[in-house]
């Protein structure tokens, strides 16, 4: 991957005064006030993902919405980029000293708020995961180990070769599957397309690598589960929830049965008072 220039200043006003962070894995947008929300988007996603859910969090908390590197206008990193993801963000909390923390993850960044689950450093509130799972790779695999998956491989040479015609449509073809609501159809095939092409094909093996399945059992912050149903039905997310977060034991979960992948595109106002009702 390319040397890329960082961009190390996020300076944000706040009411306590100026907050300062230096990190190149993500940018980072806060506003309001209160106890902190971290929000994180699903992969490929800028954070703008999560604006409409802001307007309203924000009112009541202190919202921190990430774009991590290589999604939007926010510069690549060398790989191993999800673990790096990780790091740097435990050093923000400690940077900013933020306490009594609410997680909020889509897809991508769910998986990533049950990994910060399991670390007993940081003062978590809640966990809130929307259509996450610990596991991507044992969904999409049968008989997963983790550690057979490897960056040098046929299928990501087969994607970094590819034409940007080509990589278009099959954007566009994702997409139309991940979202019921036909208007955020183009926006988030344009968030593929986007994506820097090494970061979508590095960054997604990491997150296969990832297995949570065994270590969400030391998750002791309270956890709530937000899952879509569409277009597979309720009867088989259920059992794929039921298996893969069996090892947590105490986890709340509700089912947005009129929504596909992106919950807050297809029922935003579900998803809204799902969120309001646990920050309360």
């Given amino acids: ?18 907050m300062y962070s230096q990190h190149t894995s993500f940018e980072v947008n806060i506003s309001g006030k209160g106890n902190p929300i971290l929000l994180f988007p699903g992969f490929s996603c800028p954070g703008s993902v999560w604006d409409d859910v802001v307007t309203e969090l924000s009112k009541t908390n202190e919202c921190h919405v990430f774009t991590f590197a290589g999604f939007g206008d926010v ?9 790096e993801i990780k790091e740097q963000i ?9 306490k009594q923390i609410t997680l909020i993850g889509h897809s991508l960044g769910g998986t990533l708020s049950l ?8 003062n978590l509130k809640t966990i809130i995961t929307v259509d996450a799972l ?23 040479k087969q994607l970094l070769d590819m034409s940007d015609e080509n990589f278009e449509a099959m ?20 968030w593929i397309v986007e994506t820097d092409r090494e970061t979508y094909v ?18 002791t912050t309270p956890l709530v589960v937000l899952a879509a149903v569409m277009p597979y039905g309720l009867e088989t997310v259920k059992k794929t929830y039921q298996e893969q977060y069996k090892n947590h034991g105490h986890y709340k979960i509700k089912f947005a049965e009129r929504s596909a992948h992106f919950i807050m595109y297809d029922q935003p106002q579900w998803l809204l008072e799902a969120i309001k009702m646990e920050l309360n």
């Fill in 115 to 122: 990994w910060l689950g399991t670390e007993n450093t940081l």
């Fill in 202 to 219: 590095y960054g997604y093996t990491d997150l296969l690598k990832l297995d949570l399945r065994t270590d969400i059992s030391k998750i």
């Fill in 75 to 83: 510069p690549a990193i060398e790989t191993p980029w999800l673990p």
């Fill in 90 to 98: 435990i050093t923000y909390i400690s940077d900013n000293n933020l």
């Fill in 171 to 190: 954007a566009t073809q994702m997409a139309s599957g991940m979202v019921i609501n036909e208007s955020k159809k183009e926006i988030i095939k344009d």
């Fill in 134 to 156: 610990p596991s991507i790779g044992a969904l999409m695999m049968p008989n997963f180990d983790s550690k057979t998956i490897v960056y040098d491989n046929p299928y990501n």
């Fill in 1 to 18: 991957m390319k040397n890329l220039k960082s961009r190390l200043l996020i300076l944000t006003f706040m009411v306590s005064g100026f």
